[in-house]
């Protein structure tokens, strides 16, 4: 079955850059793109941008240009996202589907900012 | 990007049906088709309700269902249970290669 499994739980000070990873078994990596979302505490979805693993590919929501970036692994099905922000949030990857949607999600990652 | 405009909240008795908006979808004629639907629960990750604006995948409810007008998408739950009581969120295509989600809603079953 399909399955996104993120990295656990940071701890940052601020000013310092977090590396997510996010390990994608039970189908062809290089088929989907892999979408990254943000949560602040209490606050809703906000959509990070996302990375074609197939090219390396990416795309950013402008919010996010210049502060993040998309790789990925392809030899062990791996995505990642590395962010320099002082926010603390919940980080999320899903896997965008054929209809466009995004069926599978991680568990997510929470990042704490403390100095 | 903007976010899309959803209300902060709605709520809604057992076995009412409730409807949630998300307005500012793209008007052309393909941007629907790229409207999803997601439940979220207290420290739980996003699940997908609604896809390509009306569908359900697999082992979604039929309770849940979704509509158009205009720029404004819908979902709306018939027969409201307990367990449907959660955030809800639209996601939408906006253009460039890029996608937004709505700024939620909070659904209550009173």
């Known amino acids: 079955q399909v399955q996104l499994v993120q990295s656990g739980a940071e701890v940052k000070k601020p000013g310092a850059s977090v590396k997510v990873s996010c390990k994608a078994s039970?189908?062809?990596?290089?088929?989907?793109?892999i979408h990254w979302v943000r949560q602040a505490p209490g606050q809703g979805l906000e959509w990070m941008g996302w990375?074609?693993?197939?090219?390396g590919g990416t795309n950013y929501a402008q919010n996010f240009q210049g502060w993040v970036t998309m790789t990925r692994d392809t030899s062990i099905s791996t995505a990642y996202m590395e962010l320099r922000s002082d926010d603390t949030a919940v980080y999320y990857c899903?896997?965008?589907?054929?209809?466009?949607?995004?069926?599978?999600w991680g568990q997510g990652t929470l990042v704490t900012v403390s100095s | 990007q903007s976010a899309l405009t959803q209300p902060a909240s709605v709520s809604g008795s057992p076995g009412q049906s409730i409807t949630i908006s998300c307005t500012g979808i793209?008007?052309?004629?393909?941007?629907?088709?790229?409207v999803s639907w997601y439940q979220q629960h207290p420290g739980k990750a996003p699940k997908l309700m609604i896809y390509?604006?009306?569908k359900w995948p697999s082992g979604v409810s039929n309770r849940f269902s979704g509509s158009k007008s205009g720029n404004t998408a819908s979902l709306t739950i018939s027969g409201l249970q307990a367990e449907d009581e959660a955030d809800y969120f639209c996601?939408?295509?906006?253009?460039?290669?890029?996608?937004?989600f709505g700024g939620g809603t909070k659904l209550t079953v009173l």
């Open positions: 899903a896997r965008e589907e054929d209809n466009s949607s995004l069926q599978y």
């Open positions: 793209s008007s052309d004629g393909g941007s629907y088709k790229l």
């Open positions: 390509e604006g009306s």
């Open positions: 990375i074609d693993p197939n090219s």
């Open positions: 996601f939408s295509y906006a253009g460039s290669n890029t996608w937004v």
């Open positions: 039970g189908y062809r990596f290089t088929s989907y793109y």
